[in-house]
Nanobody, 116 residues
Framework: QVQLVESGGGLVQPGGSLRLSCAAS????????MNWYRQAPGKERELVAG????????RYANSVKGRFTISRDDAKNTVYLQTNSLKPEDTAVYLC?????????WGQGTQVTVSS
């Protein structure tokens, strides 16, 4: 059974940091590119960051470049998103995605709220 379980979200003040984690099981994690998306109320789902199989290629949305860092640990079947210098506009549900050819798996998401 495929599972992607996100954790690490919460309420943080502007300028703060959170480390999101996504633990995967039920598929060959190392073969999959891993992505973090986010969705805010009334907005489309947005790709925030992605990391290739093997971890050599990383990409970021322009809105988070220099503030967010994606990484993966294939030994732990886990992908991380380090979020720094958070802004109120980063408030959203953050979802983990595993992608390989035509196959996509999704987690349920973790809420990140940036507010004073």
């Amino acid at each position: 059974q495929v599972q992607l379980v996100e954790s690490g979200g919460g309420l943080v003040q502007p300028g703060g940091s959170l480390r999101l984690s996504c633990a995967a099981s039920g598929f060959t994690f190392s073969q999959y590119a891993m992505n973090w998306y986010r969705q805010a109320p009334g907005k489309e789902r947005e790709l925030v960051a992605g990391i290739s199989s093997g971890g050599s290629i990383k990409r970021y949305a322009n809105s988070v470049k220099g503030r967010f860092t994606i990484s993966r640990d294939d030994a732990k079947n886990t992908v991380y998103l380090q979020t720094n210098s958070l802004k109120p506009e980063d408030t959203a549900v953050y979802l983990c995605n595993a992608h390989y050819w035509s196959t996509d798996y999704w987690g349920q998401g973790t809420q990140v709220t940036v507010s004073s």
